[in-house]
T-cell receptor, first 115, second 113 residues
Framework: RKEVEQDPGPFNVPEGATVAFNCTYSNSASQSFFWYRQDCRKEPKLLMSVYSSGNEDGRFTAQLNRASQYISLLIRDSKLSDSATYLC????????????????FGQGTILTVHP | NAGVMQNPRHLVRRRGQEARLRCSPM?????VYWYRQLPEEGLKFMVYLQKENIIDESGMPKERFSAEFPKEGPSILRIQQVVRGDSAAYFC???????????FGSGTRLTVV
C-alpha cells in the first residue's frame, strides 16, 4: 500500500462546478497534512494546511478524518485558473508520533476546468 | 524575503559528466529537502538536511549522488557520472521546522544528452 494515495484523475469539470479530491494515508500517527498545487512544469505551492476541525479558505475546504486516515479537498465554483495538479501531502510519523521530518507527496490529482 | 533560490534553472550535461545543483533556503529556514520529479511522475523524496548534517538520505541512490548543506553557503546536490535516467526536475524546499509545510524553489531541470 502506498504511504499517500490519491485518485490520479484526470477530473474535467466545467467552470462553476464543485469538485472534490480524496486522499488516504497509511500512517495513523501522522500529525501534519497539507494540500499543494502544482502547475505544469512549475514548483509545488502550498495551497492550505489541513486541520482536524476542517478549514476553509475562500472557495477551498479541507477536511481530515483521522479515524479513516482520509483527507479531502473541496473546490467550489471552479475557475479556469484552478486547472492544475493537486497534491495531497502528509508528514508521516512513527508510532510514538515523532515526525520523520519529511513530507510525503501523493501522486497528484489532475484537474482541468473548461469553459 | 527572496524565497528558496535554486540555480541553475536549466542544466544540460553529457553522459559521464558531473552535475551540481545549488539551493539557498529561505531566510530563517534551517531544514532543507531535495525532491526529484521524473517526467509525468510524482515528487520523490531524496534527502533531508540541516546545517552540516544529513538527517535522512533514504531516498538518495546509493551511488553517484551526494548532498551537503555546509555551515556557510547553499545546499548542493551533486550527481557524478550522469546517465540519461537522471534527467528530471530537481526541487529544493526549505522549512523552519519539520512539522511545517515547505516552500519550494523553482527547480533545476537537468537534461542528460
Amino acid at each position: 500500500r502506498k504511504e499517500v494515495e490519491q485518485d490520479p484523475g484526470p477530473f474535467n469539470v466545467p467552470e462553476g462546478a464543485t469538485v472534490a479530491f480524496n486522499c488516504t494515508y497509511s500512517n495513523s500517527a501522522s500529525q501534519s497534512f497539507f494540500w499543494y498545487r502544482q502547475d505544469c512544469r512549475k514548483e509545488p505551492k502550498l495551497l492550505m494546511s489541513v486541520y482536524s476541525s476542517g478549514n476553509e479558505d475562500g472557495r477551498f475546504t479541507a477536511q481530515l478524518n483521522r479515524a479513516s486516515q482520509y483527507i479531502s479537498l473541496l473546490i467550489r465554483d471552479s475557475k479556469l485558473s484552478d486547472s492544475a495538479t493537486y497534491l495531497c501531502v502528509v508528514n508521516l510519523a512513527n508510532a510514538g508520533g515523532t515526525s520523520y521530518g519529511k513530507l510525503t507527496f501523493g501522486q497528484g490529482t489532475i484537474l482541468t476546468v473548461h469553459p | 524575503n527572496a524565497g528558496v533560490m535554486q540555480n541553475p534553472r536549466h542544466l544540460v550535461r553529457r553522459r559521464g559528466q558531473e552535475a551540481r545543483l545549488r539551493c539557498s533556503p529561505m531566510k530563517g529556514h534551517s531544514h532543507v529537502y531535495w525532491y526529484r520529479q521524473l517526467p509525468e511522475e510524482g515528487l520523490k523524496f531524496m534527502v533531508y538536511l540541516q546545517k552540516e548534517n544529513i538527517i535522512d538520505e533514504s531516498g538518495m541512490p546509493k551511488e553517484r549522488f551526494s548532498a551537503e548543506f555546509p555551515k556557510e553557503g547553499p545546499s548542493i546536490l551533486r550527481i557524478q557520472q550522469v546517465v540519461r535516467g537522471d534527467s528530471a526536475a530537481y526541487f529544493c524546499a526549505s522549512s523552519p521546522s519539520p512539522y511545517y509545510g515547505y516552500t519550494f524553489g523553482s527547480g533545476t531541470r537537468l537534461t542528460v544528452v
